[in-house]
């Protein structure tokens, strides 16, 4: 059998790997030597488990509202947690779309279930690039954007963060406060060093558009940003076009490197060429960016994980080369992506009429959240309830970032069994015509209750 000799490589993980071998096999006391006389008696074998002095993890604190949820028998429980949407009966919803693009590919026959590419489903990725960017994008059209197929928006910012944190000369990733819970996760794990920057105004439940433009003024020259496309999580608080042009004007006289996350794109507006606007205009001038893309929300394909991480760049040759160190990031970590959810977006965006009708129902799920809104609003309003509520129609999109402190939210899901993050933040997803009356009542006992 061939010896590797891990010690004269000039790779730094295979001097690591050798030095890691010959700790173990060092001395008769190693571990690989007493192995092969006999077990430790840490193994489990003989005694307890070598996992026994591990903690119990506390649940994450978005996903663990649904399990406190489940864990309720009362009947009047209402699940405002998770950000899934939810049919006017609470139900989950399949697009009819979807269910169309599955059922050519079940008819299909010569469809086979083999690997993808490291990248994964190459008409996907040509396709999704198209549907953020514009057909009509010329970074696309230059062939200065590399996209790769990846585990939906989580996987996206994961593998854009960790190819950040060995190619970018910056390791110092500026996120929103507050921002999505898995925001500081993944980019720490990636490699990453994280800090905020300022964005919610908790006295006017909106933008804090000034103290915004402050810390991005005050970053390093070359910082990542981590920028909300739309609809952002979880306050629902947007800038406008105009503010987002300041941004990118900072941002680019300062070589900050934007990376977007786009989770609800046509899920905020209705429009899917509305709600890209930002990303667009960063790549209309010419400068490099990074975007994630996520199809959970907009076509439903929440538990198919189908995400796309698109990098714009200077050239085509820069583009090939980033693909390439992209592969080297994903080969080890997953592989490969899935191939199923990759195909329904693709069959859907290829085919005019299966394109036309996703659109139509991608609107009318916006629609209904933009109803929701108002209908809560209108409840509060019309029970007299103390403060401001207009924030809830001003703000857009999944979330509504209620302004209700710890202490509430705990008051109304012990009270009216009614499930929220401790930060306020509801889904109006979840709500339905039939559970607003019942929202309503508990925010007036709650605002009007000394808690």
């Given at each position: 059998?061939?010896?590797?000799?891990?010690?004269?490589?000039?790779?730094?993980?295979?001097?690591?790997?050798?030095?890691?071998?010959?700790?173990?096999?060092?001395?008769?006391?190693?571990?690989?030597?007493k192995?092969?006389?006999?077990?430790?008696?840490t193994?489990?074998?003989?005694g307890?488990?070598?996992?026994?002095?591990?903690?119990?993890?506390?649940?994450?604190?978005?996903?663990?509202?649904?399990?406190?949820?489940?864990?309720?028998?009362?009947?009047?429980?209402?699940?405002?947690?998770?950000?899934a949407?939810?049919?006017?009966?609470?139900?989950?919803?399949?697009?009819?779309?979807?269910?169309?693009?599955?059922?050519q590919?079940?008819?299909?026959?010569?469809?086979?279930?083999?690997?993808?590419?490291?990248?994964?489903?190459?008409?996907?990725?040509?396709?999704?690039?198209?549907?953020?960017?514009?057909?009509?994008?010329?970074?696309?059209?230059?062939?200065?954007?590399?996209?790769v197929?990846?585990?939906?928006?989580?996987?996206?910012?994961?593998?854009?963060?960790?190819?950040?944190?060995?190619?970018?000369h910056?390791?110092?990733?500026?996120?929103?406060?507050?921002?999505?819970?898995?925001?500081?996760?993944?980019?720490?794990?990636?490699?990453?060093?994280?800090?905020?920057?300022?964005?919610?105004?908790?006295?006017?439940?909106?933008?804090?558009?000034?103290?915004?433009?402050?810390?991005?003024?005050?970053?390093?020259?070359?910082?990542?940003?981590?920028?909300?496309?739309c609809?952002?999580?979880?306050?629902?608080?947007?800038?406008?076009?105009?503010?987002?042009?300041?941004?990118?004007?900072?941002?680019?006289?300062?070589g900050?490197?934007?990376?977007?996350?786009?989770?609800?794109?046509?899920?905020?507006s209705?429009?899917?060429?509305?709600?890209?606007?930002?990303?667009?205009?960063?790549?209309?001038?010419?400068?490099?960016?990074?975007?994630?893309?996520?199809?959970?929300?907009?076509?439903?394909?929440?538990?198919?994980?189908?995400?796309?991480?698109?990098?714009?760049?200077?050239?085509?040759d820069?583009?090939?080369?980033?693909?390439?160190?992209?592969?080297?990031?994903?080969?080890?970590?997953?592989?490969?992506?899935?191939?199923?959810?990759?195909s329904?977006?693709?069959?859907?965006?290829r085919?005019?009429?299966?394109?036309?009708?996703?659109?139509?129902?991608?609107?009318?799920?916006?629609?209904?959240?933009?109803?929701?809104?108002?209908?809560?609003?209108?409840a509060?309003?019309?029970?007299?309830?103390?403060?401001?509520?207009?924030?809830?129609?001003?703000?857009?999109?999944?979330?509504?970032?209620?302004?209700?402190?710890?202490?509430?939210?705990?008051?109304?899901?012990?009270?009216?069994?009614?499930?929220?993050?401790?930060?306020?933040?509801?889904?109006m997803?979840?709500?339905s015509?039939?559970?607003?009356?019942?929202?309503?009542?508990?925010?007036?006992?709650?605002?009007?209750?000394?808690?």
């Open positions: 059998m061939k010896t590797i000799d891990f010690s004269s490589s000039s790779s730094p993980s295979d001097r690591r790997i050798g030095a890691l071998l010959r700790h173990l096999t060092s001395g008769a006391d190693s571990p690989i030597a192995s092969s006389v006999l077990a430790s008696p193994s489990g074998v003989t307890g488990s070598v996992f026994a002095h591990l903690v119990q993890a506390p649940e994450d604190p978005i996903l663990g509202v649904t399990v406190a949820y489940n864990k309720d028998p009362s009947p009047i429980k209402l699940n405002l947690g998770v950000g949407y939810r049919t006017e009966e609470g139900k989950p919803l399949v697009l009819n779309v979807v269910r169309k693009a599955e059922q590919l079940i008819n299909d026959r010569s469809r086979i279930k083999e690997y993808l590419p490291i990248v994964g489903l190459v008409e996907f990725n040509k396709l999704s690039a198209k549907l953020i960017l514009g057909d009509d994008s010329p970074a696309i059209r230059e062939n200065r954007v590399t996209t197929e990846c585990l939906s928006g989580t996987g996206s910012l994961r593998v854009g963060g960790e190819f950040l944190a060995k190619h970018y910056q390791k110092t990733i500026y996120i929103t406060q507050p921002t999505w819970g898995n925001h500081p996760k993944i980019f720490t794990l990636a490699g990453l060093t994280v800090k905020t920057y300022r964005y919610y105004d908790p006295s006017t439940r909106g933008l804090n558009f000034q103290g915004l433009l402050e810390d991005l003024g005050a970053a390093p020259p070359g910082s990542i940003v981590l920028l909300h496309a609809a952002h999580n979880p306050t629902g608080v947007d800038p406008t076009i105009q503010q987002w042009e300041q941004i990118r004007k900072l941002m680019r006289s300062k900050l490197m934007p990376f977007f996350d786009s989770a609800y794109q046509g899920f905020a209705g429009s899917l060429d509305t709600d890209a606007k930002p990303i667009r205009m960063f790549v209309a001038d010419g400068g490099e960016c990074l975007v994630a893309q996520s199809y959970a929300k907009n076509m439903g394909l929440y538990g198919e994980r189908v995400g796309a991480l698109s990098i714009v760049c200077k050239s085509a820069v583009a090939g080369k980033v693909e390439s160190q992209l592969k080297l990031v994903i080969r080890p970590m997953y592989s490969s992506p899935p191939i199923h959810g990759a329904i977006v693709a069959v859907i965006l085919d005019k009429n299966l394109f036309h009708e996703w659109t139509l129902e991608l609107k009318a799920m916006a629609d209904r959240i933009i109803s929701m809104r108002k209908q809560l609003f209108e509060l309003r019309a029970r007299g309830t103390p403060g401001d509520w207009t924030h809830i129609i001003k703000q857009i999109g999944m979330f509504t970032f209620t302004g209700l402190n710890p202490a509430q939210v705990s008051f109304m899901t012990k009270e009216y069994h009614i499930y929220m993050t401790s930060d306020g933040r509801i889904s997803a979840g709500l015509s039939k559970t607003v009356p019942h929202l309503a009542d508990a925010i007036h006992a709650v605002v009007t209750k000394a808690v």
